[in-house]
């Protein structure tokens, strides 16, 4: 069992006892009286494979003459999902290390629609979920923005740039971050973001994204993310998947209690 799904089970059992959290008088339940962030979202996934359907090349007969020629023994597949909606974020309590205990649901019009989960975000990006709800990727794509002090002022070099990295047997992840002027508490801040994977064949995401960012209120108020991914399966195939995920704060009552 992973460390990341002991802590999880760890919030979960004291979200359950409401005794040991640093704000006792908030419970784990999601109701109004909790702090919330609505976001309105759009969503789009496009998918294109190469699947290698045998190890031999397929032969072609329907040539002139009836000789046969050599194929490729490749098959290509597409598919497009589109959505939109609001995903709902509740914040229920802060952590001794930092990080910060919320709820987030997502109601899409059509297929994109998740009941709530509990979840810790860090400013380092770095996201924990329940393991054993739903949470879609653009679920994510504003998760990693929401944990404190994601912009911090010590963390930013004389070129306005900060680094993330995080490392692991399996997994490499960096992201580089420029943020713009701060003449107003309303920052530009663009993300590049390279993940690697291995195990499964060879899984690279190269992430673009665009975040405007309150600094006054420490939350993102928009986001403009366009991702791709390619998996490489050697002779079984290659996968390249287009992801693009927008978000727009719509309704903030995190300062009325």
Aim: net charge negative; hydrophobic share 30%; glycine share 8%.
């Amino acid at each position: 069992m992973g460390d990341d799904t002991l802590r999880i089970r760890e919030i979960l059992v004291t979200c359950a006892t409401a005794g040991a959290l640093l704000v006792p008088s908030v419970v784990c339940a999601y109701t109004t009286a909790v702090p919330t962030l609505v976001y309105s979202f759009t969503y789009s996934a496009k998918q294109d494979i190469n699947a290698k359907d045998s190890s031999n090349p397929a032969e072609d007969y329907g040539n002139a003459g009836g000789l046969a020629a050599p194929g490729s023994g490749t098959s290509h597949y597409s598919a497009t999902l589109t959505d939109k909606g609001t995903m709902t974020v509740g914040v229920l309590a802060k952590q001794q290390d930092g990080g910060l205990i919320v709820s987030i649901s997502e109601n899409g019009e059509q297929t994109r629609k998740a009941p709530a989960a509990t979840c810790v975000v860090y400013g380092n990006t770095r996201v924990i979920c329940d393991p054993n709800k739903t949470v879609y990727s653009e679920e994510y794509t504003l998760l990693r923005f929401l944990g404190p002090n994601f912009v911090d002022p010590n963390n930013i070099d004389a070129k306005r740039h900060w680094q993330i990295t995080q490392d692991s047997p399996n997994l490499n992840i960096t992201a580089d971050y420029i943020i713009g002027p701060t003449t107003t508490s309303d920052v530009q801040v663009s993300e590049a973001r390279k993940v690697r994977q291995s195990g499964g064949g060879s899984l690279t995401t190269d992430i673009q994204t665009k975040i405007g960012y309150d600094m006054s209120r420490a939350l993102p108020t928009t986001v403009d993310e366009y991702v791709t991914q390619r998996h490489d399966n050697g002779v079984a195939g290659t996968s390249t998947t287009i992801y693009q995920t927008t978000l727009q704060l719509v309704s903030d009552n995190m300062g009325k209690t």
